[in-house]
């Protein structure tokens, strides 16, 4: 579901939600307007100017049946986000060209200070109801949102007393049905309500096989940042909430994520020259087994009625541990530890976020047409990035600490014809870096540490005009910001004598978001059109050395882009069919001259794109046919190697609603397209060692059942 006039408010998971089929009436205003979670407002989504999707459960389910996980779900479905790296680290993924904010019930997943790009593999999709997408930098998410945000909504509690829940039971193999290609995944969430009371547990277990290419041969393993393929995983949720009245709610969430290499394969080179892609052979790494953990608890209290507006108050800790699988990399050599070029090692990122929201809406006595938010949050988080097998200190303990009142306002005129909205969210953050050293690759630097801060008020404007039913158009301007992975920059220090509290490269990414769109629906026809452009004066980008390791480079950037979206019901019941299309362009100065004289490359821009799909319902029996076709691209200033061809992919979705459950048949890739991945083809043009080709046709038969 498109909504392009979107929402300019913060997360928070106790707002009001997206209605989906079935749900309460409680999801959305009394017109039937939609109004999202992700807003930190329960004014429809209609009333704000920017751009949101919302996935809802049915189309997510099919989604993650044909690729697997949310983060490839998002990509397939929304032609704005970039192709995935189909490994488990996101290095490269972007929104609009800039790093979205993962985040669970409005709980930031992303790590501000040493990004390990593995935020969208925190919580299994079989507890997630629904995802909502904003686009665009918004600084009233807090940091990091400087593409948008992808806030997954978790299920949500019991609506009526006694027992419900569903199951899932799932297998998947490759296109030849091969042993080592076989997966699955087993599924069950199981909810109690008596009166006021309600409690929700869960837990799935899933197990990913070895991914083929479309001729068949073992995709290659990322022996640096660790793979989503020959993996097992093992999650958990549970959920209590009571009902202090009939509109206040105190409620807890908790989760756990634990993902763990099943070690089978080790990496094998391919060639560039010849074509010859990576692949693996059968093996065992040395060292421990990559991993990622992630836990959650969160706690909240909503009234929806308290003195005439809404209440929010959420608390939350978060904890992720993510073991990388390491090797005899360049970066990790130390002639006293071990002679140059054999020595082995791996590195773990431990984050522990604590957090804070509060805010308080209402309309303005005597003043109706004026609705004001008022909220102050809170973030500390402190991460390092050791190295396992030397327990050499990669990136310092370092503490990141956020504190942010904002204020936003809502003013219709002229019975709806027109809406202003606008704000401020002023963010005083502070890091504290101790002292410490680099690793011996970068000249064993002593540094000294320090305490930066920045202090800075954020804007955010705009207009929203319906000059007639079902046409709407608006207009916004968003300042978001985000710290360019201290983590990269700390460790990569390799000149003497360097103080923290003066080095300029800690200072924040500000981008500057404008946006203008405009969307039609009338009866069977949705359309809409949005173009944007963003820029940062000292924006952040990746830059990849020899060894495959990213740094972070300040360099000005200047992104453009144009989205068009079409979706209708044809005359054939049953049948409804849409196309989606994003075009974006990036520049930036290379050599600090003032002018932008060089395309961003595939680590920072995705490519153009147009989006296919056909569905049919037809009493029991559903379908879907979804085609992505990935642009060619030529990046000016950058090697010609870096060129991108393009390839398309098609996927597929059968269903039939059984006596008891759900039968599905889910197939990716379903040509069995031979292709290079666009992070593959855009970087790196001497690097063998990660000349990955994609994943080739994938089938998955499931049975879902609700009770």
């Known amino acids: 579901m498109r909504i392009t006039w979107g929402v300019l408010a913060g997360l928070c998971a106790s707002g009001a939600s997206a209605q989906l089929p079935g749900e309460s009436a409680s999801a959305s205003d009394a017109r039937g307007e939609v109004v999202v979670t992700a807003a930190r407002t329960v004014l429809p989504a209609s009333a704000l100017p920017l751009t949101v999707d919302v996935i809802d459960r049915e189309t997510l389910s099919r989604q993650v049946a044909v690729s697997g996980s949310v983060v490839d779900a998002v990509s397939a479905l929304l032609p704005a986000f970039s192709p995935t790296r189909e490994k488990i680290t996101g290095v490269g993924e972007t929104l609009r060209g800039r790093s979205p904010l993962y ?8 790590t501000p ?15 997630i109801d629904r995802v909502e997408v904003i686009y665009g930098s918004n600084a009233l998410q807090g940091i990091g949102a400087t593409g948008g945000v992808v806030n997954q909504v978790t299920v949500r509690a019991p609506e009526r007393d006694g027992w419900s829940g569903r199951t899932l039971v799932q297998g ?6 091969s042993g080592e290609s076989l997966g699955g995944k087993l599924g069950a969430l199981v909810s109690y309500r008596a009166g006021r009371v309600d409690a929700t547990a869960g837990a799935a277990f899933e197990r990913r096989g070895a991914f083929l290419d479309g001729r068949g041969r073992r995709v290659g393993y990322d022996g640096n940042q660790s793979e989503i393929q020959d993996t097992d995983t093992l999650s ?50 040395p060292g421990q087994p990559s991993t990622g953990v992630a836990q959650m608890v969160s706690a909240s209290l909503t009234d929806g009625a308290l003195a005439g507006g809404a209440f929010t108050l959420q608390g939350f800790y978060n904890r992720t541990s993510d073991t990388f699988a390491g090797g005899v990399l360049a970066t990790f050599q130390d002639a006293a530890i071990a002679p140059v070029g054999t020595l082995f090692d791996q590195s773990r990122n431990v984050s522990r976020k604590l957090g804070g929201k509060l805010s308080y809406e209402r309309a303005v006595p005597g003043w109706q047409a004026l609705t004001l938010t008022a909220g102050f949050d809170a973030l500390v988080d402190r991460t390092a990035q050791t190295l396992v097998q030397t327990q050499r200190a990669w990136v310092p303990r370092t503490d990141f600490r956020s504190l942010a009142p904002f204020a936003q306002g809502n003013l219709r005129l002229a019975d709806g014809l027109v809406r202003l909205a606008g704000g ?31 202090e800075r008020a954020l804007w955010n404007g705009g207009v929203v005009l319906e000059p007639a039913a079902g046409i709407r158009a608006y207009g916004s301007y968003a300042e978001g910001y985000t710290i360019a992975d201290i983590g990269r920059v700390l460790r990569a220090v390799n000149q003497p004598n360097v103080r923290i509290d003066d080095f300029l490269d800690l200072t924040p990414v500000i981008s500057n978001n404008r946006e203008v769109g405009v969307e039609l629906k009338r009866g069977p026809l949705t359309a809409s059109s949005t173009y944007y452009w963003s820029s940062s004066e000292a924006g952040s980008v990746l ?60 680590a920072n821009i995705s490519p153009d794109r147009l989006n296919l799909s056909a569905d049919y319902r037809a ?89």
């Open 103 to 110: 985040a669970i019930n409005g709980i930031p997943q992303t």
């Open 113 to 127: 200070i040493r990004d390990g790009a593995r935020d969208g593999y925190t919580i299994d999709p079989f507890f």
């Open 172 to 177: 998947n193999a490759g296109d030849d049905l």
């Open 236 to 285: 958990f949720f549970a959920r209590a909430g009571v009902a202090l009245s009939d509109s206040a709610r105190l409620e807890v969430v908790a989760s756990r994520f634990h993902l763990e290499g099943r070690d089978h394969y080790v990496p094998v080179e391919g060639d560039r020259a010849t074509g010859v892609p990576a692949t693996t052979r059968r093996g065992s790494t």
């Open 424 to 454: 401020v969210r002023y963010e005083n953050v502070r890091l504290d870096v101790p002292d410490y050293t680099t690793l011996a690759t970068s000249g064993a630097r002593r540094v000294t540490g320090g305490s930066p801060a920045f």
């Open 543 to 602: 830059v990849r050395g020899d060894d495959g390791i990213f740094n972070v480079v300040r360099q000005p950037i200047d992104i453009q882009g144009l989205e068009l979206n079409l979706d209708t019901l044809t005359p054939l019941p049953g049948l409804n069919v849409a196309l989606g299309y994003s075009h974006v362009t990036g520049r930036t100065d290379t050599n600090g001259d003032g002018r932008l004289d060089a395309d961003l490359d595939g």
């Open 619 to 707: 009493g029991r029996f559903s379908a879907r046919v979804q085609g992505r076709y990935y642009l060619s691209r030529r990046f000016q200033g950058q090697p010609i190697a870096n060129d991108f061809g393009g390839y398309r992919l098609f996927d597929a979705y059968l269903a039939y609603d059984a006596p008891v459950g759900r039968l599905m048949l889910s197939v990716q890739n379903l040509g069995n397209t031979d292709y290079v991945t666009y992070y593959s083809d855009t970087q790196g043009p001497t690097d063998n060692a990660r000349f990955y080709t994609g994943r080739g046709r994938n089938a998955t038969l499931s049975w879902q059942t609700s009770f």
